[in-house]
């Protein structure tokens, strides 16, 4: 298991935002939803975007390229084209820092069937 990594400060993130970090190799999108803080794979899974250079509504990061969803607590898919969800990251807040793991853990899943 890796350790966590510092990326940034609290105040540099403020709700309702998002941004770019690299952790142990990876680029994670970290979130902040109403102060708390959510680090999901960057990439979509449906095509090279950046998560990060989407919009963020509530706790659903969309991506920029071609409008799929992804839960940012869960790292779940929620909406087309994609159908793989995202990995999350563990995220920890120690005072002003905030720190994210290097240790991916594995997405909820395909999109929910729907009839």
């Known amino acids: 298991m890796g350790e966590f990594v510092r990326?940034?400060?609290v105040a540099d993130l403020p709700p309702g935002s998002v941004t770019r970090v690299e952790v142990g190799g990876h680029l994670v999108a970290l979130v902040n939803v109403d102060g708390q803080f959510f680090a999901v794979d960057d990439t979509c899974t449906h095509e090279e975007a950046s998560?990060?250079?989407?919009?963020?509504?509530?706790?659903?990061?969309?991506?920029?390229?071609?409008?799929?969803?992804?839960?940012v607590k869960t790292g779940r898919v929620l909406s087309l084209p994609?159908?793989?969800?995202?990995?999350?990251?563990?995220?920890?807040v120690?005072?002003?820092a905030v720190?994210?793991?290097?240790?991916?853990?594995?997405?909820s899943g395909l999109m929910p069937h729907r009839r």
Request: proline share 9%; with cysteine; aromatic share 6%.
């Open 7 to 9: 990326v940034g400060r």
């Open 51 to 71: 998560l990060s250079e989407g919009g963020l509504l509530g706790e659903v990061l969309v991506c920029p390229k071609h409008g799929s969803r992804f839960h």
């Open 82 to 92: 994609a159908v793989r969800s995202v990995a999350v990251y563990p995220v920890r």
């Open 94 to 96: 120690e005072g002003d």
């Open 99 to 107: 720190w994210v793991s290097p240790d991916a853990q594995a997405p």
